[in-house]
């Protein structure tokens, strides 16, 4: 047919193909007639590939037998043309057409009409080994080596089309005898009877049993739809295993575990060996374009985390291993699952993740960050208990326990067997000697590298060990962490000094200061906290609700394999255990440590105290046993009268003269055993534990700096509006620019964050610019708009109770007050009638021309703005290390001073302000020489950094003292921790 008959056939007959559409039999009519054209010009062309014009009429029929098949399924019955294509088998010469035709329009249509029988429902095509055999031929046939080169949407609908088949064997497991057909199920005894199918099993498997099987095997590994297509159908055939003995034995012997894992390792192999982490310098989180950060260099060799090529090839590694992790929860068969963890110990555990942990080194350009951040994915990607134990199990050397007893022996676990035996024997070809974890395991290698000298493999060493705390604890417990089991008659820490240790991190916070509702702020914390001990995996059966009275017992873990961790018992972390003290030794240069080591280092502290069997007292909290008291305030004549007011209240008319006096004696000797544990007890650096010492060492050089560094605590608080301003950019992002206006830029009078940026620091790269840039529009030049006092006074006036505080703990401290800066600085960039400066430099104002004084104070006060900005910002890039001296040790009180409640608070604050303003009146006058001088008191560290630096550092420190205090007071409530008699 040519092209005008083609086009003009549908003018013509519209009105006849609705009716034959309507008519069953003017629709089989015309289907019968579509099929004797296409077989007749199927039989005329001796070779498709070359004949072009037979070729598309051979196409053109197959949509049109497609769309009537299509249309018919759609009305209502009869459908005779799904009959005829059933009683005809029309199917098998259209099958052998698409084979042979090398078209991949041809096969695309003729794929469609597969589908389209099959999703009929009719007649069913699905069960018929004829149907089945020639689907099979045409999806081997054309999905094979030697095959035509199929398009996307072709492939899509190819995959497609076997996961519809996988589908209905799900549905219906007596579908699967049509497509799954061992070679072996029809040999029969010598006697002439038929044997079992496990029995006469031959141990070997071929593609041509389970054709469908392998189509969908050689699919897995695509991206998009094709991938999820396929990795759901294999899915549903392990599935469907639970119902077929003869399917079961045959998955445990084909090479669908070594096809698995030999994919996965080959995905593995394909990320970088060496991995530097960086972050898109159009994109730089905020806390790292206010520090030292500096973008680390990559080449060819060394990959950057954020590269568009290695995170696409980290996210299929991933998803792959995801799918491992679907086959195991979908598998329901023991021997399956047990071939398939077993393919995955030893061919990716011990012949790739392992060798890859042994030969990492933090000296080569990265391989240690690359192999530890691979490690830390893939436990933070799995859930599988079973797969977390293979892994930490192995890689931690954990003992191997044997089962208690021996399971039935069956002719599919005598399959698994032979499996293993030839796994073993590969194994042992390919290498004769093999490292194992038993030398080097990973808890080596995690100490190892927490002594590193390179920052990055510090940082990404604290991840991984956050993530196995936060997620798998039970396996750091025995391994990971030096732990004391502690027995059932244990002593809790007292009331009065747990009220003592939160009051102590709260004072810790309280003095760096600060300005803003550090109540709001806090609360925030105490949420967050109470989020993260619920949701931790050992607290869930602390904190269930407990269903029954007799409702006492855990529930079991769901482990199959021997080996793994079970209970929890109540620990705590002994003193010299190693990892504990690598973190105190990061934590002892916490302000010259880069950011992300920071971030990382305090997660990790907050993780160690998250579990509720793990006790903090002895390394974050005192231990009972080292409470030492003053002489105690309630002397025994003070209690000889509390005994006689009881007394005479039991006499009273209201109670009868009969009563026995004796409950009256308990309930006094109750009251003085919480007056007992109420007490405070004397706080001496000696008894604390090593954190809590070097928090106040910390502290002690948060007071140095200010005492050193001109403007110190002015900048911080700039630093704090910093933080709070990109905080709310993140929330609230502006809308974007518009293309014709140009990107802001400073003007020499007016010179924007950026150019002061540039100008005053040194030169390095800018990680600052693309947050600046951001940062612009809201901030502008660093202003001191307001009196950082007039500010604290207006968020003291404004404070309110914490409503998250248990009753007995103490309110956020007040912050200190600010000092106020040296006269030659002015309080006010924009009005500079209010500073020293402006007053000595305003001849203008007497002239009589108000216009001229007008222009020339705008001038003076841009000016002055512009070098106020400048005196920071190079305040802000000198280089400074850690404090030789502590100059000024901050003073703390902790012994019998009460629990103050709001009040007390706000009086000894008001107080401590009137203090302050005398003491810096008299000492301004002593500070105005140093104050132009930007340089300060830099100790002599081999490591130096900027007081930007520094200050970042500064607020992060403060944050982690809130976490700690809003940990122990949450642990308090949650985990009943706290006596009180």
Known sequence: MDFWSRLLSPLSSGTSRQDQAKDPAKRLHRFEKEYGSLLSTWRRSSNLSRDSEAAETLEIRLQELTNILSDESRRPLPHPCIQYASIKQIYVPIGKIATTSYNEWIIKEAVLFFATLIESEEEAFVENPTFSASLTNLLVRITGVNSVRLGLDTESRVVELAFNITTKIRLDPEILPAWFKAQQTAQQDVDGRDRDVREIFAGRTQRADFPLFYILMDYIHHEGKVGDFARTGLLYIIEAASSSAALEQWIVESDLSTLMATGLGALYSQLSRKLVIDHPSHDLPPILALSDYEHPTSNYEIISSCSPEFQSHLETFLSHLLFWQDVLNHCRSVEVKSTLLEHFQVIFLQQLLYPSLLESS??????????????????????????????????????????????????????????????????????????????????????????????????????????????????????????????????????????????????????????????????????????????????????????????????????????????????????????????????????????????????????????????????????????????????????????????????????????????????????????????????????????????????????????????????????????????????????????????????????????????????????????????????????????PRGRKEQGRGSGTSTPGAAPGVPELMTPKAIRVPPKEFPMNYTDPSRGGIARSLSPGSVRSDAGAANDERETSATSQASAFAAIDQSILAKRVGLPDDILKPIPLDLDKKPMPDRAEVAESAEEMDHMEDGDEADASQDDTGAADETDVGTPTEETKVSVSHIITNIIIFQSFLLELASLMQVRAGLFDEVRYV
């Not at 809790?492 to 709260?506: K, S, W």
């Not at 105490?526 to 017992?553: I, Q």
């Not at 018992?569 to 003193?575: Q, S």
């Not at 502290?605 to 008291?629: F, H, N, Q, T």
């Open 362 to 787: 933090d000296i080569d350009g990265g391989s240690s960050v690359a192999v530890l951040t691979y490690l830390r994915r893939i436990l933070e990607s799995l859930d599988h208990p079973d797969m977390i134990n293979l892994i930490l199990h192995y890689l931690l050397a954990l003992p191997d326990t044997l089962p208690s007893r021996e399971p039935p022996r069956s002719s599919v676990s005598d399959a698994r067997k032979r499996k293993s035996m030839d796994l073993a024997t590969m194994m042992a070809e390919k290498s004769e000697e093999t490292a194992t974890p038993l030398l080097f395991n990973l808890v080596d290698l995690i100490l190892a590298c927490l002594r590193s000298r390179n920052q990055q493999t510090i940082h990404v060493t604290l991840q991984l060990v956050s993530a196995i705390l936060k997620r798998h604890h039970r396996y750091a417990v025995i391994t990971l962490l030096k732990t004391e089991v502690l027995p059932g008659d244990t002593i809790d820490r007292t009331v009065g000094a747990h009220e003592q240790e939160v009051e102590y991190l709260i004072s810790l916070a309280s003095y760096i200061g600060g300005h803003g509702n550090f109540n709001e702020i806090y609360e925030n914390i105490l949420k967050d906290t109470m989020t993260r001990l619920e949701s931790h995996p050992c607290s869930l059966d602390l904190v269930a609700p407990r269903v029954s009275t007799n409702n006492h017992k855990r529930p079991a873990i769901p482990d199959t394999l021997p080996g793994a961790p079970r209970d929890v018992r109540e620990h705590t972390l002994r003193a010299d255990d190693p990892l504990l003290n690598a973190i105190l030794d990061l934590l002892e240069t916490f302000f010259i440590n880069p950011v992300e080591t920071n971030l990382s280092l305090t997660e990790t502290v907050v993780d160690l105290a998250i579990c509720g069997y793990m006790r903090i007292e002895g390394w974050l909290a005192r231990s009972p046993k080292g409470y030492a008291y003053v002489e105690d305030e309630v002397d025994e004549e003070e209690l000889g009268d509390e005994m006689s007011a009881a007394s005479d209240a039991s006499e009273s008319p209201t109670t009868a003269p009969d009563v026995d006096r004796r409950p009256s004696a308990v309930e006094a000797q109750k009251l003085k055993n919480l007056e007992k544990c109420r007490r405070r007890p004397i706080w001496s650096q000696d008894s604390a534990p090593r954190m809590l010492s070097a928090l106040k060492h910390l502290c002690n050089q948060v007071s140095s700096y200010k005492e050193t560094v001109p403007r110190f605590e002015e900048l911080l608080q700039q630093r704090r509006e910093a933080f709070r301003t990109a905080d709310k950019m993140s929330d609230n992002p502006p809308p974007p620019a518009r293309k014709a206006s140009p990107p802001p830029q400073g003007t020499p009078e007016h010179p924007s964050l950026d150019e002061v940026l540039r100008s005053s620091s040194p030169s390095r790269p800018s990680a600052l610019e693309g947050f600046a840039q951001r940062l612009l529009s809201e901030l502008g030049t660093p202003s001191r708009a307001g009196s």
